[in-house]
C-alpha cells in the first residue's frame, strides 16, 4: 500500500469517527451512507467528495500566493526547511498544549 492509500485510509477512519460523534451530538439516528472505495477511484472524485463534506475548501488568495512562493524554492532549500520542522522540539509539547487549552 502507497503512502497516499494508507493516508486514505486513516483519513477515512478519522471522517468515519466524526460522523458518528456529530450523530450521537444531535442525538440524529439517521444513518450517513458510507463511501465505497471505488466511489474514491481518482483524486478529483475525492476532492470533490471532501469539499461537499465541508472537509477541505479552495484556498485563499493568500495561500496561493504562499503555495507559489514555496513551489519557486529550489529543491535543496525545501528539504533542508522540512528536516528543520522535523527536528523541531516544543516545549510544552503541542499535545501538552492543547490539554492545557481545553479547560
Request: proline share 6%.
Amino acid at each position: 500500500m502507497t503512502s497516499w492509500e494508507q493516508e486514505l485510509e486513516e483519513l477515512k477512519a478519522r471522517v468515519e469517527r466524526l460522523e458518528t460523534t456529530v450523530r450521537q451530538l444531535a442525538n440524529d439516528d439517521r444513518q450517513m451512507t458510507p463511501l465505497t472505495p471505488n466511489q474514491l477511484s481518482d483524486q478529483e472524485q475525492i476532492l470533490t467528495w471532501l469539499k461537499t463534506e465541508g472537509l477541505v475548501r479552495d484556498p485563499t488568495p493568500e495561500e496561493r500566493r504562499l503555495a507559489a512562493e514555496w513551489e519557486a524554492l529550489p529543491e535543496e532549500e525545501k528539504q533542508t526547511h522540512i528536516r528543520s520542522m522535523h527536528n523541531l522540539a516544543l516545549d510544552p509539547s503541542l499535545s501538552q498544549t492543547i490539554l492545557e487549552n481545553r479547560h
